[in-house]
């Protein structure tokens, strides 16, 4: 392990392409399976006619390319917030048969289980504006940020295995969590069958020292507001502790950051071998496989699951340092302030999950890359406590426009293996964006928007204009209108950190 086969050759946006696309129902556009050689089921894409003519033609490329792969059933799904990726479309969705499938570290992604955590407080924007700015520069100080980032915890390497094999349960027994933190995680925040055995030096010294990091590009900290007219459903809002008159709530949108990267990278090494092996062919090398039941898919599984895990470890992490902040500026504990995890999802994960095809109960690898699981009422793996609504949905839209709060319904389940959005989108790449704005010229727009910014450079916040993304709000209307997701609340920024 530890070759660096994968990074360089990120592919060319392809030239316009002309297959045939037609719409199945509202929002729904399906690429039928005569469009390309090989591929095996049809491939879909949930987008408005305006995002459908926006998205980037290396979508249609990529996600034809995914139906393709060996043992994917149903179809091959790409989500509105979709565009170029690396193998996968970043939006992309798909599942395999466990036993005659594939497993492929490019429809999971670089950094494993990248995801979203929302906090709620009992404060109010009247109560947080005062110290806003001071409030900001503590988190700043708290949750260090940017590429190369340190976290304030020291582990040995024995205490990071034990990390990345347990997550969020070694930060709770650790003191970095309350155990009623557990339940508004997916899977508790606790992958099993991690196998640190699986993971390589190399990763192990990558990762060491980030837990409790945000890392850079599209990651951020941010406090924001809810107002009672972007409260869509109020019964939802409320089981998930939300009551509007500018509530404040913090997101926090982080991963596996560089253990999660050289994992990946490793295995897509031992990948390309496993295809001479298993005589494996894809129709792009950045889609590189194995068999999942094979020893290099299962070598993969168990690797993925450690980095997932210290993904979750830490958001956990830096959610106590933010529940640390909260104490050091408003002179209170945590508990008082009411900050409880709303929920915390994936959005660069496999997993194994049961699902009904051709009228049969069987158990599927579905890959979800920068897309959100969605599970709806009366799902068995939605926590008690929102059992009856279904699970949170938490969606990042641009630092400048806001983010929204949505729940899961029965028809994900049935149509999409369980899966929504996770984001907007881009529009256009960091290179192109840094082009048409200049950070000091964003940081002085967004300021006087009431928007406190925090940033380790000017050149990575022009990164993330909000002009560089999709509109959240078409994005959320749009799965809203499939019925694959009921939009909840609209979530509005008062404070952001970048990297």
Known sequence: ??????????????????????????????????EKEGMQVPARIYASPKILEEMDSGVFEQITNVACLSGIQRYAICMPDGHWGYGFPIGGVAAFDQHHGIISPGGIGFDINCGMRL????????????????????????????????????????????????????????????????????????????????????????????????????????????ADDRIFDRQAAETFGLFGKNQVVIMVHSGSR?????????????????????DLKVKDRQLACAPFTSSEGQDYFGAMLCAANAAFANRQVITHRIRESFRTIFQKPPESLGMEIVYDVAHNIAKVEPYTINGKRKDLVVHRKGATRAFGPGHPDVCPRYRKTGQPIICGGSMETGSYLL??????????????????????????????????????????HGIVIKSVSLSSLAEEAGMAYKDISDIAETVEQCGITKKVAELRPIGNIKG
């Open 119 to 226: 906090i709620r407080t009992n404060l109010t924007y009247d109560e947080v504006q005062p110290k806003l700015e001071q409030l900001m520069s503590e988190l700043f100080r708290q949750v260090p940020a940017g590429v190369g980032g340190k976290g304030f915890l020291q582990l040995n390497k024995s205490e990071f295995i034990h990390l990345v094999s347990d997550g969020v349960d070694w930060c709770i027994a650790n003191g970095y969590g309350w155990p009623q933190d557990r339940e508004r995680i997916e899977e508790g925040g606790h992958l099993a069958g991690a196998d640190p055995s699986k993971v390589s030096d190399k990763a192990i010294k990558r990762g060491i020292h980030q837990i409790g990091t945000l890392g850079s590009g599209n990651h951020y900290l941010e406090v924001q507001v809810v």
């Open 1 to 34: 392990m530890g070759c660096d086969c994968g990074l360089g050759y990120l592919a060319m946006k392809l030239e316009h392409t002309h297959m045939k696309i037609h719409e199945v129902s509202t929002n729904i556009w399906e690429i039928p399976v005569t």
């Open 407 to 448: 729940v899961g319904t029965e028809k994900a389940v049935t149509d999409t293996f369980g899966s929504t959005m996770h984001g907007s989108g881009r529009t256009m790449s960091r290179t192109a964006a840094k082009k048409k704005i200049k950070g000091a010229d964003l940081r002085r727009r967004m300021e006087k």
């Open 258 to 278: 560089g253990f999660g990267h050289q994992v990946a990278t490793d295995f897509l090494c031992v990948f390309e071998k496993a295809m001479r092996k298993y």
